[in-house]
C-alpha cells in the first residue's frame, strides 16, 4: 500500500514559479515510477511528468516542456514538479500518481490533488 500526499498549489501571478511536492509512505515507493497529472475545470485529466524508480529517466508533457522539472528524493520518500515561467492555462488540480508500468501509465495509487491557480 502507498499513499501520496501532494503540497506547494496556490495562487500566482503569470510568469511565476511553484514546487509542488508529493510524499509517499510505503516501503515499496521507491519501486514505482512517479507521475504528476492535472485536471482543469471541464477538461479531462492530463498527463504533466513522470519519473522512472531511479530518477534516471524523466518524461513531459509538450505543453509544459522546458518550463517544468521532475525529480525524485528516495531517501525522503518524495517526488518534487518545479514549475516555472506559469501560464493561466497551468491552472489546474495537479495530482501525483504511483505509476506501475509507464510505458502504459498504469497507475496504482493516486494523491488527492493539490490546486494550482495562475492569474493574468
Known amino acids: 500500500q502507498v499513499q501520496l500526499v501532494e503540497s506547494g498549489g496556490g495562487a500566482v501571478r503569470a510568469g511565476g514559479s511553484l514546487r509542488l511536492s508529493c510524499a509517499a509512505s510505503?516501503?515499496?515507493?521507491?519501486?514505482?515510477?512517479v507521475g504528476w497529472f492535472r485536471q482543469a475545470p471541464g477538461k479531462e485529466r492530463e498527463f504533466v511528468a513522470a519519473?522512472?524508480?531511479?530518477?534516471?529517466?524523466?518524461y513531459y508533457a509538450d505543453s509544459v516542456k522546458g518550463r517544468v522539472t521532475i525529480s525524485r528524493d528516495n531517501a525522503k520518500n518524495t517526488v518534487y514538479l518545479q514549475m516555472n515561467s506559469l501560464k493561466p492555462e497551468d491552472t489546474a488540480v495537479y495530482s501525483c500518481?504511483?505509476?506501475?508500468?509507464?510505458?502504459?501509465?498504469?497507475?496504482?495509487?493516486w494523491g488527492q490533488g493539490t490546486q494550482v491557480t495562475v492569474s493574468s
Open positions: 500518481a504511483a505509476i506501475a508500468d509507464i510505458a502504459t501509465m498504469s497507475v496504482d495509487y
Open positions: 510505503g516501503r515499496t515507493f521507491s519501486s514505482y515510477a
Open positions: 519519473i522512472s524508480w531511479s530518477g534516471d529517466s524523466t
